[in-house]
């Protein structure tokens, strides 16, 4: 039995990561942690009787901890509570499906105790990739990715990384794609919410229409595959059913399709280096039909360009891209922000940032902090 613990088990990838727990039938959930959704932790804890779970808003684990008083799951609460689920003792995969940079101590903590990884949780690596992957290395630590274009790229790597030349990392286009500037500017978060091919959590669904998401995947590659972002090109394909492909030294081209079904690689990271039973529909490519591409308009989506950026001056800077993205999303989502102000306000905050060029952990949530506190001021006039 492979022991996981599941950190954000109420959102997208953590209802599907245990969908994929019910399917695989080997696996054993030690541990839960969720922001505020205890009717669905509730429902979890009886389900898969976790030895301990973690609540971040106070008020609601105290409830929480009425409510399952009759089971033997013992609730603990803030983002302390995050970080003993990660390093708790018995669990060898931690499954990070935390939104945002708030996953980052807990992916440090699950390291640190020598947890293996299934990476769902991007902001981390984006934000502290150069200390991140430094130190599962130290730690003897794999690191498998969940994100969709990830596992692909890793799938097709397999172990010839030495030959490795160029990434292709696809980009559905979201709901927007084929329009330009101006018609984006009345665009509201219910547009916005609408994702052609996946169904996920609201802040990457946003990111994925401003093209933030591919950005934050550019520098995530860069750090799980070490390539640097010039030799990470973004292509359009709106079927998403290449999730990605490599190219090798000798020009050969190899990428992994499916459809688009996030059990998948959240399958692939929890059973690899093993192959089990599919858990999802087979892929029909006459159904499919036909597979289009299409370049990156940088103009209408500036967001690719501004990560790429980011990743080039490095040090605190994309985490300034990241933070600026987190808290101008929020606002757009509460319409407190227009829809292309919010690539306007990242690389307005980056502008605005001197980066810290070595930075240690705190620094990083210095310049998160400063990016978000720009956003919030740029708002607020
Ligand atoms: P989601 O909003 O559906 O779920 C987020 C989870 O994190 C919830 O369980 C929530 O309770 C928890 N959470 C939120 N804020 C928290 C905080 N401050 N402290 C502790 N826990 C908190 O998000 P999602 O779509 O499942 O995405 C999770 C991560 O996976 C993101 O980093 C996203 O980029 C990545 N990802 C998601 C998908 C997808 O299909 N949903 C695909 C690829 C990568
Ligand atoms: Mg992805």
Request: proline share 5%; with cysteine; charged share 25%.
């Amino acid at each position: 039995m492979k022991k996981i613990a599941v950190l954000g088990s109420t959102g997208s990838i953590g209802t599907q990561t245990l969908d994929v727990v019910d399917k695989e039938g080997d696996i054993e959930v030690l541990a839960l942690t969720a922001h505020s959704n205890i009717e669905l932790l509730e429902r979890q804890i009886r389900k898969y009787r976790p030895r301990t779970v973690s609540v971040n808003l106070p008020e609601k684990a105290a409830e929480l901890k009425v409510r399952v008083a009759d089971t033997d799951t013992k609730v603990l609460s803030g983002p302390e509570g995050v970080v003993e689920c990660a390093a708790m003792p018995g669990v060898d995969m931690v499954v990070t499906a935390i939104v945002g940079i708030a996953g980052l101590d807990a992916t440090l903590a699950a390291i640190e105790a020598g947890k293996d990884i299934a990476l769902a949780n991007k902001e981390t690596l984006v934000t502290a990739g150069d200390i991140v992957m430094p130190l599962s290395k130290e730690c003897g630590v794999g690191i498998v990715p969940v994100d969709s274009e990830h596992s692909a790229i890793f799938q097709s790597i397999s172990n010839q990384k030495r030959f490795l030349k160029r990434i292709i990392i696809t980009a559905s286009g979201g709901p927007f794609f084929g329009m330009k500037r101006e018609e984006l500017a009345d665009k509201t978060r219910f547009d916005a919410l609408k994702h052609p091919n996946w169904t996920m959590g609201a802040k990457i669904t946003i990111d994925s229409a401003t093209l933030v998401n591919k950005g934050l995947e550019i520098i995530e590659a860069k750090h799980l595959f070490g390539l640097d972002v010039d030799r990470i090109t973004p292509v359009v394909h709106r079927e998403s059913i290449i999730h990605s492909m490599v190219e090798f030294s000798d020009g050969s081209v190899i990428g992994q399709l499916g459809v688009p079904d996030m059990r998948l690689p959240i399958a692939y990271a929890l059973t690899y280096p093993m192959r089990k039973a599919p858990v999802s529909e087979p892929l029909d490519l006459v159904k499919v039909g036909k597979l289009t591409f299409y370049d990156i308009d940088n103009e209408t989506f500036p967001a690719v360009e501004l990560a790429k950026k980011a990743a080039k001056i490095g040090g605190t800077m994309p985490a300034v891209l990241n933070g600026a993205n987190e808290e101008a999303v929020a606002a757009f989502l509460r319409d407190g922000c227009k829809f292309i102000e919010i690539t306007e306000l990242i690389g307005r905050a980056m502008e605005a940032h001197r980066p810290v060029l070595s930075p240690t952990v705190d620094d990083i949530k210095a310049a998160d902090a400063e990016a978000r506190e720009f956003v919030r001021a740029s708002l607020n006039k």
